[in-house]
């Protein structure tokens, strides 16, 4: 006969409990017992729950057998943290956020965007740099920047850019893996998350897809629960933790809930456009390097054909046109240098991903966001 959920709930989290106060008191055998009750009793709930749930619940379980078998692997409190914070279990759940490491992105390697890359050097970068100027200057910090375009426009590679250079704790999440991965739970995930960020001595969160974590309210009630969650992090973190930092990327800022975007908040909007002509040869010129092609390989005549493609096309579209060089190569056993015939060939086929729809989507918004900040000034 099944078990009753809420028991096996109750049940689970007693175990927990008794854990926990085990391994503080430095009883590992027992604690170790209790996480492995708990992990049985998780299994069970499991076993009771569908889809995404029970795939996170069975996932729960197995991180507590982990967390057992490791637990007198791990070095006292005492050594590793400098709060009062006990090394819980917990602490180990919090760090499924963490990204392994920091990215090695670097500023120099985003082609173009030097207004985007000069507007977060002063909002996010510089803060964590040099703190003492900016009390001097009584400069504020702190809320959040979304960086928004359309989809390629190197957003993601700038967020880790941007946890590379101030060299902190980068947490990247994915709204739409906060969403389905946690159905019902994702409040209490986006709280974990701001938990394990905030225990940092400097930590990036950066959201991406933040259109299908916090979706305009009054359509999904799931949806409306995620929003207010998030509102109540934001607001509980801004100002008080100079050191954590807030980005969101987004290709749909339009479908943000627009109380997320309130000063304090993602005050700061930054838009990534498709790249210009000086953007695209940086960015040919990369893909490129070291490739072997003919002597008068015309890299200018690439750019001029690729206005309105995205980063992400561009590099698609040199991978593509040594395709057939590369297969000849191979099959020759020569080095068969690549041409502008082979980038002609690949773009007669490849358009650019972004459609002139999408583009005045953009545009739209951007023009609606400009009026919206020049009422609010006139005010
Ligand atoms: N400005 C750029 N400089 C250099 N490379 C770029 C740039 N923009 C895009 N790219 C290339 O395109 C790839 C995809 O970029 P990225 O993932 O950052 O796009 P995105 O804006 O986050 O897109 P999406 O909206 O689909 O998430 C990168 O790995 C990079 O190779
Ligand atoms: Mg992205």
Redesign the pocket.
């Given at each position: 006969m099944e078990e009753n959920i809420n028991v096996l709930s109750d049940t689970f989290e007693l175990y927990m409990k008794k854990g926990r106060e085990a391994k503080e008191k430095g009883n590992i055998a027992l604690a170790k017992r209790n996480f492995l009750l708990a992990s049985e009793t998780m299994m069970k709930i499991a076993k009771q729950s569908q889809g995404k749930l029970k795939e996170a619940r069975m996932e729960r379980a197995r991180r507590l057998i982990e967390l057992s078998d490791n637990i007198n692997k791990r070095p006292q409190v005492s050594s590793v943290k400098k709060d009062n914070n006990s090394n819980t279990e917990e602490d180990e759940d919090l760090k499924k956020w963490e990204s392994a490491k920091i990215p090695d992105i670097k500023f120099s390697?985003?082609?173009?965007?030097e207004d985007v890359k000069k507007a977060i050097t002063i909002k996010m970068i510089n803060p964590v740099k040099y703190p003492e100027k900016y009390k001097l200057y009584g400069k504020k910090t702190g809320g959040g920047v979304l960086?928004y375009?359309?989809?390629?426009?190197?957003?993601?590679?700038?967020?880790?850019a941007i946890a590379n250079e101030v060299g902190a704790k980068f947490y990247a999440v994915k709204g739409s893996d906060i969403v389905s991965k946690w159905v019902g739970d994702s409040e209490k995930n986006i709280n974990s998350l701001f938990q394990a960020a905030n225990k940092q001595d400097r930590a990036i969160i950066f959201i991406?897809?933040m259109d299908s974590l916090i979706g305009r309210r009054g359509v999904d009630t799931h949806n409306d629960k995620r929003v207010n969650e998030f509102l109540q992090q934001i607001d509980g973190f801004a100002g008080k933790n100079p050191n954590l930092l807030l980005l969101g990327?987004?290709?749909r800022p339009w479908d943000i809930d627009s109380a997320a975007m309130r000063s304090g908040r993602f005050s700061q909007k930054i838009y990534?456009p498709l790249?210009d002509a000086d953007?695209r040869r940086?960015?040919l010129e990369?893909?490129m390097k070291g490739v072997p092609v003919v002597k008068d390989f015309n890299i200018e005549k690439i750019v001029k054909q690729t206005e309105g493609y995205?980063?992400?096309?561009?590099?698609e579209l040199c991978d593509r046109a040594k395709d057939e060089p590369l297969l000849q190569s191979i099959a020759t056993d020569k080095i068969v240098l690549v041409s502008n015939d082979d980038f002609d060939r690949v773009l007669k086929i490849f358009p650019p991903s972004v459609t002139q729809k999408e583009i005045q989507a953009f545009e739209n918004y951007n023009a609606e966001l400009g009026s919206m900040i020049k009422n609010k000034n006139k005010k």
């Open positions: 390697d985003v082609a173009g965007l960086l375009g359309p989809p390629g426009t190197g957003k993601t590679m700038i967020a880790k991406d897809e990327a987004t290709n990534l790249p953007a940086f960015m990369k893909n995205s980063g992400a096309d561009i590099e």
